[in-house]
């Protein structure tokens, strides 16, 4: 359904009616419940991952992965819950100068009120969980937004919640219009924190959201530095899954290869060989390369591609499209007045930069406007460390590619790539307040 305002405020008043109950629930409870929704999503695979991929072309066997994967998230995050919400804090006043010990304050972590979730089409499932599950364990309710292209499954998923026995009201999904009922949901007053994950939305949304915390995850242009040191196989495998994988449609793809000119022939060798191997074509056969999720976005992907190729990149297999299918495919010997060399595709296309010196590489990553993950290959843990420390991007992974889980590792990215940082922890402890009693003795 398309929902109108007068229904989003509908949604609102009930969040913030069934909030004030659930606040009181004990914390035991609520984590059993959430043990429960996860049982009962973990059950559901099936069903919600044939949304999947039907909805946005996800392989078959991702999309399975996706669900149980946010199963295991909602079951960590109720264990994380009551370990990091059960504990909170004693001060006593005579450390500060000038005071005697008089003072007694006791602090505890409380929650914000309702939650406003937005996650991408590319995890409609998984990012709503990692949004939900710290929201609800810290006493929250929540209002999921959810992507168009994704809306049934994350539709199946919130049933899911309901069935485990969640109060009516605490959790509800939107589905709609961006135009509609998009500024309506992020600057309604009823909203006291906002979790969002997708584009350049973000940043708009930053600008207008009222005082209200914001976690934001934009995408990247996460950089793969290749030193000649680096076990070639392990790199190759690696810029295919990282670039690859979804057919390059996650935040965390690696999205520009800087390799050393040294090694590079031989890894564009190794990375073209696997490529041939991939399978292209409808996600239900699970192939590797699956169409990308809308007409428009397989426009963009193909603009990048004209203007790399107007510009004399060198293209590793023929440019071949048929609708929203775009075949795999290598651009090397990629220069920085290219766009695919600073635009972030989200589509099965990868720049590879060759360069002269670890410093070139180092200023490209850090050049971006974005600085969401990035990884460095060399079997050098020195240099590794080194080019990390240097590298402005949340993450820096050594020896693999760019990944946002285990989902309980931070997650966050620098400049344009987000706000704040998520992860199970990082997520709970932004979705509350810290609450403070001081006791004053005579
Ligand atoms: O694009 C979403 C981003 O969070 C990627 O997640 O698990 O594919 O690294 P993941």
New binding site residues.
């Given amino acids: 359904p398309a929902c109108t305002q007068e229904e989003v405020n509908k949604v609102m008043d009930a969040a913030k009616v069934a909030q004030k109950a659930w606040a009181r629930t004990p914390l035991w409870k609520r984590a059993e419940l959430l043990h429960k929704a996860a049982a009962i999503l973990k059950e559901h695979k099936t069903p919600i991952a044939e949304c999947l991929v039907k909805e946005i072309a996800k392989p078959a066997k991702d999309a399975v992965s996706e669900v149980v994967r946010s199963g295991d998230l909602v079951s960590y995050t109720a264990e994380e819950g009551v370990r990091i919400l059960g504990e909170g804090k004693l001060l006593v006043s005579d450390s500060f100068p000038g005071n005697e010990r008089n003072k007694y304050c006791l602090s505890s972590k409380v929650p914000l009120g309702v939650v406003l979730a937005i996650p991408?089409f590319?995890?409609p499932v998984?990012?709503a969980v990692s949004k939900i599950g710290p929201a609800l364990i810290a006493g929250n309710s929540l209002v999921l937004k959810p992507p168009t292209q994704g809306a049934v499954a994350a539709l199946h998923m919130v049933h899911c919640f309901h069935l485990a026995g969640f109060p009516k009201g605490l959790i509800s999904c939107v589905t709609g219009k961006g135009s509609e009922i998009g500024d309506f949901l992020t600057m309604h007053p009823g909203v006291n924190c906002i979790s969002f994950?997708g584009g350049d939305t973000g940043i708009a949304i930053s600008k207008k959201a009222g005082m209200v915390p914001l976690q934001m995850?934009l995408?990247g242009k996460d950089a793969c530095i290749v030193l000649e040191d680096a076990d070639l196989d392990l790199v190759a495998a690696n810029i295919v899954k990282g670039g690859f994988?979804?057919s390059g449609?996650?935040?965390?793809?690696v999205k520009v290869v800087l390799i050393m000119e040294a090694v590079a022939d031989t890894v564009v060798e190794k990375v073209n060989a696997k490529l041939a191997k991939l399978k292209v074509g409808p996600p239900e056969d699970d192939s590797d390369i699956t169409p990308v999720v809308t007409e428009s976005s397989a426009n963009f992907i193909e603009g990048l591609v004209m203007d790399a190729k107007e510009k004399g990149a060198t293209f590793c297999q023929e440019y071949r499209r048929e609708g929203n299918l775009i075949w795999p495919l290598l651009l090397d010997h990629v220069r920085p007045d290219m766009r695919i060399a600073w635009e972030e595709p989200f589509g099965p296309v990868l720049p590879v930069i060759r360069i002269n010196s670890v410093e070139e590489g180092i200023h490209h990553c850090n050049a971006s406007n974005f600085g969401l993950?990035g990884c460095v290959f060399t079997r050098d843990i020195n240099k590794a460390i080194m080019i990390s420390d240097a590298m402005e991007s949340g993450t820096v992974q050594i020896n693999s590619a760019?990944?946002?889980?285990p989902?309980h590792f931070p997650?966050q990215g620098l400049k344009d790539s987000g706000i704040g940082s998520q992860g199970i922890t990082n997520s709970i402890n932004m979705m509350t307040k810290v609450k403070s009693t001081v006791i004053n003795l005579p």
């Fill in positions: 991408p590319n995890y998984n990012l994950t995850e995408g994988s979804y449609q996650r935040c965390t793809a993950q760019p990944a946002r889980g989902d997650f």
